[in-house]
């Protein structure tokens, strides 16, 4: 018992400590967790400049079983391909959840069956559960009175935002056929049109609103 007290005061503090930092999730299985370069970076500079944020403008990468990970109260997860969790990996990401951070993954193509079949070693108790647009953030910082946007179309699928809970907190939301961080990278990479560009950081400032919020 006490070993655990000491463990969440220590994720405690050190969400305090580091509370206007964000990482990057470096998880092994080959995919490129690497993904989108530019895209994180575009997004903390839209929030700080939108949202009242002060994020470090650099993010960090961060293994899964690391307990470095409980430095930051916001992971981000992307790629295309093959995602693995160890069993230790497992463990530490349901401690880091419940105990106050918040993941963010959003499929840059290609991660679904991965990602589902993965997050069932986290939480084998949980299921993803699609949020509805009412959900609060999608209104939290923007309004997207119709939930997450279509930012590219991949299978030409609705785009779906899916959440795990515990209890009524939103411990990680999964992004789904829509691709933010595609909007969010330079503008050159895509060619994407501003307004496409602009929700999909809008919509990526209420994520990060949100997890700093709740």
């Not at 400049?49 to 002060?54: A, V």
């Not at 997207?144 to 279509?150: E, H, I, M, Q």
Request: hydrophobic content about 40%; overall charge negative.
């Amino acid at each position: 018992m006490k070993k655990l007290l000491l463990f969440f005061l220590l994720f405690t503090t050190g969400l305090v400590l580091q509370a206007q930092q964000v990482a990057v999730l470096k998880y092994g299985g080959g995919g490129d967790w690497y993904g989108n370069p530019t895209a994180l970076p575009n997004l903390i500079e839209f929030c700080n400049q939108n949202i009242n944020t002060s994020l470090e403008p650099a993010p960090q990468p961060v293994e899964p079983g690391s307990t470095d990970i409980f430095q930051y109260p916001f992971i981000h997860m992307t790629g295309h391909g093959n995602v693995y969790f160890t069993p230790e990996d497992a463990q530490n990401l349901r401690k880091y959840l419940l105990g106050g951070g918040f993941l963010h993954i959003d499929d840059n193509y290609g991660m679904n069956e991965f990602v589902r079949r993965e997050l069932k070693k986290v939480f084998p108790d949980k299921e993803l559960e699609e949020l509805p647009a009412s959900h609060p953030i999608f209104s939290t910082a923007f309004d997207f009175p119709n939930g997450l946007p279509k930012i590219h179309e991949h299978d030409g699928l609705r785009p779906q935002a899916f959440g795990i809970f515990e209890n009524d907190r939103l411990l990680c939301i999964f992004t789904f056929e829509s691709d933010l961080g595609d909007g969010w990278e330079d503008q050159q990479v895509h060619n994407d049109p501003q307004e496409v560009r602009l929700k999909a950081l809008q919509m990526g400032a209420n994520i990060v609103k949100f997890a700093f919020s709740n």
